[in-house]
């Protein structure tokens, strides 16, 4: 089916062009399970408490649901290369999703959605076994 | 990297976790040390604290007994700090009276400064108390529980003069040391975490770092050994001086 031009998105930058992303690896530690939505209202809510939203565009932040694992209470969140800090210090000033306490670890730093998986979430790649 | 945490309660004083969940938590957190402390005032019983405090040991976490003073005065500031510190290896003592944060800058026996801002409008703090707290080697202590538990206005303010106190202590080259002051095992957190939010506040990560590693660490050993009887309060340990001096 062909797009209409009113649907088209624009083409791929070029990679000078394009904004250098980072994924921040975090962890949930909390006495039950913890539903994705809640926690996600929580790390909005701090981040834009202590970054404003002027800091939060900035940052370029977006909390990815599509890599949150629920078992294991881990998740990436994207952002720029120069607003890593400030998304670090804006995480910990979370303290509660829904009714239970929290504490959200940021367990590190990645390029790729796949090297953060490989390097936080145990996640192995087939060519490991080769 | 061995990161400390200088000011935690347990269950044994105001908090409300046991020691054990304390520190298994800080354990999980990436600490290698605390330092659990005991709010100390006129009529508390140090004693007791570390006897409780000595029999408990958590896997190879490195847990060393602190005392937080609650000094209402400086006359009271000095009889509180005589009475403990040959018993414990951190003297921290709690800011917020202008009189107590001089006081504490004035004596060397004082091994932190913490939160010198708090309850106040101001910073709490002048060139005088940071010139004497450096001459005297206290080390000015942020405690991250009272941003934690404040929000929008009281918090904005407190963490401006936070951002004051720790540019004032860089430049005149005062110690900073970072920690939680965490009153159950919520209120913990990631080191790493801490140094970002300093880092937002002007202190750059290297410092930051030494916040959390290198100063409490250099601190708790020279009090070891001054508890052990192998250094004298006061004295700088030289090694290998001129022999014909």
């Known amino acids: 089916m062909k797009m209409s031009e009113e649907d088209r998105k624009p083409n791929f930058l070029s990679p000078s062009l394009r904004f250098k992303r980072r994924y921040i690896a975090y962890r949930v ?19 834009l408490d202590y970054l404003g939203e002027k800091g939060v565009a900035e940052s370029r932040v977006w909390v990815l649901k599509s890599t949150y694992d629920a078992e294991k209470k881990m998740g990436l969140i994207r952002c720029i290369h120069t607003g890593t800090e400030n998304v670090r210090a804006a995480l910990s000033f979370v303290q509660k999703v829904g ?14 959605i796949k090297a953060a998986k490989q390097k936080f979430f145990g996640e192995r790649s087939l060519e490991a076994f080769v | 990297m061995k990161f400390i945490d200088s000011q935690i309660f347990t269950n044994l004083c105001i908090g409300q976790d046991s020691v054990e969940d304390m520190v298994r938590s800080a354990k ?7 330092v659990v402390n ?17 029999a408990i040991k958590v896997d190879d976490m490195e847990i060393v007994a602190g005392v937080t003073i609650d000094a209402k005065d400086v006359i009271e500031l000095k009889g509180l700090i005589s009475k403990v510190r040959e018993q414990v290896e951190l003297v921290i003592v709690r800011g917020g009276r202008y009189a107590v944060n001089r006081g504490a800058c004035e004596d060397s026996r004082v091994d932190i400064l913490m939160n010198p801002h708090a309850g106040r409008i101001d910073n709490g703090l002048d060139e005088a ?59 913990l ?28 660490i250099e601190i708790l050993q020279k ?23």
């Open chain 1, 29 to 47: 530690l909390s006495e039950k399970e913890v539903d994705f939505k809640e926690l996600s209202i929580a790390m909005w809510n701090s981040m």
């Open chain 1, 99 to 112: 009714d239970q306490s929290v504490v959200i670890q940021v367990l590190g730093l990645s390029g790729t």
């Open chain 2, 28 to 34: 999980d957190l990436g600490y290698s040390g605390v």
């Open chain 2, 38 to 54: 005991c709010n100390y005032n006129a009529n508390s019983d140090i004693r007791g604290f570390l006897d409780k405090l000595n």
């Open chain 2, 129 to 187: 108390c940071l010139g004497l707290a450096k001459k005297n080697n206290v080390a000015i202590g942020i405690s991250f529980r009272p941003i934690l538990k404040t929000y929008r206005r009281q918090r904005a303010q407190m963490l401006q003069n936070v951002a004051t106190n720790l540019k004032l202590c860089r430049e005149l080259g005062v110690k900073i040391i970072g920690c939680s002051g965490a009153q159950n095992k919520w209120e």
């Open chain 2, 189 to 216: 957190r990631d080191a790493r975490q801490m140094i970002a939010v300093a880092d937002s506040f002007g202190l750059d990560l290297g410092k930051g770092f030494s916040a959390l590693t290198t100063t409490p």
């Open chain 2, 223 to 245: 009090n070891k050994k001054i508890l052990a009887g192998e250094q004298v309060r006061g004295a700088e340990m030289v090694i290998g001086g001129n022999e014909n001096v």
